[in-house]
């Protein structure tokens, strides 16, 4: 399919976060848009696994949110199971129902996601244009409010605005010499670094030969034996999310877990032995009394991940020597642990809020009045702001969740004489707190990301 001379956005990526912007802009009345992405097709696995209250209302706002509550499971709470503790239910999301139609946790597979935004796309006759490589974008010659979007190819395509949704690794970025940083220090490099030293963690889909003793409608959170450091999650997948690798109606598990210095980096894509090592060391036989250890069937999808976060230095920026709008969003802008299964839902809410911005923007800008095009163009720098703001609080919460569950679960001792467990008074503290139900209804706000403005 040829491409068009000049269109209204680009949007270079087609994950989460530019499905959900498309549609956005659609809805908003900017429909001259064209989708673009290097990979032949989206990837048929699932990565992130959940999506909060605030993302199904930013869905429901573009008229999907009933679509992706069908095919997913409502999760009730956090359960945090240690040996020694009833279980913990750190946050209960049956609280958020005074403040939401969705006071749930939605699990729900990312690829599931991306194909229901791909269906919804191509109904408002929304195309994605694959494979198709942005390398360059540069200001129009004879106007450098505009920008050249530049592909492998050779095709040129003019463009009012562009927005870099492709990935932590994003092209674009690095096109517009955006920093890339991790807000804590540990990264400063416009290119995410691959080593293996910094991917601690895996995440895997699974079937398994018995169920777990663990409950269906919560994200189980198992701390590993005393002596160990580390925390396993299993969560419940909902329907048949695998169609053409198992048959129908088979259970499937995500399975997530940090991986000890002990261990040494883990595979790219572990597979059954691995995994199975993992859940023999760390599974909920360790914590669940009565629990019998779990065995993994097949592998559906692995991956390693790295427990960094990392944050572009602006989201709004420029082609170098222009002055037209890119915008970074999804991952090209932030990016965070799993933990908390909060960069994704950034993602899709960033793109929600952006789509009646930049539409406004083009539209002024088509209308070639200076003060409305400044006010426009104001009010997308409005957005970039406070989107970056708010993606350092949820590094931080991210954070603060990591730090909760990664505690040394051993005996250590004061002036070498007086015993002591960090993970026992910790879990101790918990299991109180948890016992108020104003405790986990806050907990379960700070997650819902209700409080996102």
Same mark, same amino acid.
């Given at each position: 399919?040829?491409?068009?001379?000049?269109?209204?956005? @680009?949007?270079? =990526?087609? =994950?989460?976060?530019?499905?959900?912007?498309?549609?956005?802009?659609?809805?908003?009345?900017?429909?001259?848009?064209?989708?673009?992405?290097?990979?032949?097709?989206?990837?048929?696995?699932?990565?992130?696994?959940?999506?909060?209250?605030?993302?199904?209302?930013?869905? #429901?706002?573009?008229?999907?949110?009933?679509?992706?509550?069908?095919?997913?499971?409502? $999760?009730?709470?956090?359960?945090?199971?240690?040996?020694?503790?009833?279980?913990?239910?750190?946050? +209960?999301?049956?609280?958020?129902?005074?403040?939401?139609?969705?006071?749930?946790?939605?699990?729900?597979?990312?690829?599931?996601?991306?194909?229901?935004?791909?269906?919804?796309?191509?109904?408002?006759?929304?195309?994605?244009?694959?494979?198709?490589?942005? @390398?360059?974008?540069?200001?129009?010659?004879?106007?450098?409010?505009?920008?050249?979007?530049?592909?492998?190819?050779?095709?040129?395509?003019?463009?009012?605005?562009? !927005?870099?949704?492709?990935?932590?690794?994003?092209?674009?970025?690095?096109?517009?010499?955006?920093?890339?940083?991790?807000?804590?220090?540990?990264?400063?490099?416009?290119?995410?670094?691959?080593?293996?030293?910094?991917?601690?963690?895996?995440?895997?889909? !699974?079937?398994?030969?018995?169920?777990?003793?663990?409950?269906?409608?919560?994200?189980?959170?198992?701390?590993?034996?005393?002596?160990?450091?580390?925390?396993?999650?299993?969560?419940?997948?909902?329907?048949?999310?695998?169609?053409?690798?198992?048959?129908?109606?088979?259970?499937?598990?995500?399975?997530?877990?940090?991986?000890?210095?002990?261990?040494?980096?883990?595979?790219?894509?572990?597979? /059954?032995?691995?995994? &199975?090592?993992?859940?023999?060391?760390? +599974?909920? &036989?360790?914590?669940?009394?009565?629990?019998?250890?779990?065995?993994?069937?097949?592998?559906?999808?692995?991956?390693?991940?790295?427990?960094?976060? =990392?944050?572009?230095?602006?989201?709004?920026?420029?082609?170098?020597? =222009?002055?037209?709008?890119?915008?970074?969003?999804?991952?090209?802008?932030?990016?965070?642990?799993?933990?908390?299964? &909060?960069? $994704?839902?950034?993602?899709?809410?960033?793109?929600?809020?952006?789509?009646?911005?930049?539409?406004?923007?083009?539209?002024?800008?088509?209308?070639?009045?200076? +003060?409305?095009?400044?006010?426009?163009?104001?009010?997308? #720098?409005?957005?970039?702001?406070?989107?970056?703001?708010?993606?350092?609080?949820?590094?931080?919460?991210?954070?603060?969740? &990591?730090?909760?569950?990664? /505690?040394?679960?051993?005996?250590?001792?004061?002036?070498?004489?007086?015993?002591?467990?960090?993970?026992?008074?910790?879990?101790? !503290?918990?299991?109180?707190?948890?016992?108020?139900?104003?405790?986990?209804?806050?907990?379960?706000?700070?997650?819902?990301?209700?409080?996102?403005?």
């Amino acid at each position: 399919m040829s491409l068009p001379k000049s269109v209204d956005v @680009v949007i270079v =990526g087609a =994950g989460p976060a530019g499905h959900t912007l498309a549609l956005s802009l659609h809805q908003s009345g900017c429909q001259d848009i064209l989708v673009v992405d290097g990979q032949h097709r989206t990837a048929n696995t699932s990565r992130a696994a959940a999506l909060h209250a605030a993302t199904v209302e930013a869905l #429901e706002r573009l008229g999907l949110a009933d679509r992706f509550v069908a095919k997913g499971r409502q $999760m009730q709470s956090t359960t945090i199971w240690t040996k020694g503790f009833s279980p913990i239910a750190s946050a +209960g999301f049956r609280s958020l129902a005074k403040n939401t139609k969705y006071p749930f946790i939605l699990g729900i597979p990312q690829h599931v996601s991306e194909q229901i935004l791909s269906d919804a796309a191509k109904e408002r006759g929304i195309i994605v244009h694959r494979p198709l490589r942005v @390398v360059d974008l540069k200001p129009h010659a004879h106007d450098n409010t505009l920008t050249d979007v530049i592909f492998e190819n050779g095709e040129t395509i003019r463009a009012r605005a562009v !927005v870099g949704a492709d990935g932590s690794r994003s092209t674009v970025r690095s096109i517009c010499g955006v920093e890339w940083n991790d807000p804590h220090g540990e990264v400063n490099a416009n290119v995410v670094d691959d080593s293996a030293a910094a991917a601690n963690m895996i995440v895997a889909d !699974v079937t398994l030969t018995a169920p777990p003793s663990l409950r269906p409608d919560a994200i189980n959170l198992v701390i590993a034996p005393e002596g160990q450091q580390n925390a396993l999650m299993i969560q419940y997948l909902p329907g048949d999310p695998y169609p053409d690798a198992v048959p129908a109606g088979t259970p499937v598990y995500r399975i997530a877990s940090g991986i000890p210095a002990a261990l040494g980096p883990p595979p790219r894509a572990p597979e /059954v032995a691995y995994l &199975q090592g993992l859940l023999d060391a760390f +599974g909920p &036989q360790h914590a669940v009394d009565g629990a019998a250890p779990l065995e993994v069937e097949h592998a559906l999808w692995s991956s390693r991940f790295r427990t960094h976060s =990392g944050i572009a230095g602006a989201f709004l920026t420029s082609a170098p020597g =222009g002055a037209g709008p890119v915008c970074l969003l999804g991952d090209a802008a932030h990016i965070h642990p799993p933990m908390g299964g &909060q960069g $994704m839902n950034l993602g899709m809410r960033d793109a929600a809020k952006l789509g009646p911005v930049l539409a406004r923007y083009v539209q002024a800008a088509k209308g070639g009045e200076a +003060g409305a095009t400044a006010a426009a163009r104001a009010d997308v #720098e409005a957005w970039a702001t406070q989107r970056r703001k708010r993606a350092l609080e949820v590094i931080d919460l991210v954070r603060t969740i &990591q730090s909760r569950l990664w /505690v040394p679960n051993k005996t250590e001792y004061i002036f070498g004489v007086l015993p002591y467990n960090p993970a026992w008074i910790q879990f101790s !503290v918990l299991s109180t707190l948890t016992s108020f139900e104003w405790f986990r209804s806050k907990t379960a706000w700070a997650v819902s990301g209700l409080g996102d403005p």
